[in-house]
């Protein structure tokens, strides 16, 4: 468990599969590049954001189970906190469409995660505990950890990085999860 306990706590981003890539394929892309690049996906407002998690492992273990696989696969980053917190990502802000539409300035909106328990069923995100970042989040390699489900999916982060991949360290998630 010590092992995702960056200074100051992690927050962490998940990759996934899409045509003609694995999530594997873009993790790896994102370390060529070094650069988390922000989506408009689910986001109100227009601005593109970088969507973090502030999950505890025992949570995360929980998230990346195997019935959620279609929207979160065990393949991504743990990025320190503090370091995220001083580029500009914050944790969202749970509300209704309409009252976030009231309360929030229009270029503000990116900051609002629908929550709406009236609705049946309910629209509830606040398991994810997310923070967002507007616009890309550049890498620091001392601040990022790899996460991945498997040693063998840990073996090819480093084979294909000529085994010096440009992070903090790589760790395979199964077997913490598995630890007792």
């Not at 990346?64 to 320190?80: E, M, S, V």
């Not at 917190?85 to 469409?97: C, D, E, K, Q, T």
């Not at 929030?104 to 995660?113: G, N």
């Amino acid at each position: 468990m010590k092992a995702l306990q960056l200074p100051g706590g992690a927050l962490t981003h998940f990759t996934r599969s899409r045509a003609g890539a694995s999530a594997l394929d873009s993790l790896a892309a994102i370390l060529r590049g070094q650069v988390i690049r922000a989506s408009r996906r689910m986001v109100r407002g227009g601005t593109s954001v970088v969507c973090l998690f502030d999950l505890r492992l025992e949570e995360l273990k929980e998230l990346l189970k195997p019935a959620n696989r279609r929207r979160y696969q065990p393949c991504g980053l743990a990025i320190d906190r503090r370091y995220a917190f001083m580029r500009g990502a914050r944790p969202v802000i749970y509300l209704p469409a309409g009252e976030a539409q009231r309360l929030l300035a229009a270029q503000e909106l990116w900051r609002a995660v629908s929550l709406d328990l009236a609705r049946r069923p309910g629209v509830d995100w606040t398991f994810e505990r997310e923070w967002r970042l507007p616009g890309d989040l550049v890498l620091c390699p001392s601040q990022t950890v790899v996460l991945v489900e498997s040693w063998r999916d840990a073996d090819e982060v480093y084979e294909r990085f000529d085994g010096q991949p440009p992070c903090a360290g790589v760790i395979p998630l199964r077997g913490i999860f598995s630890a007792p």
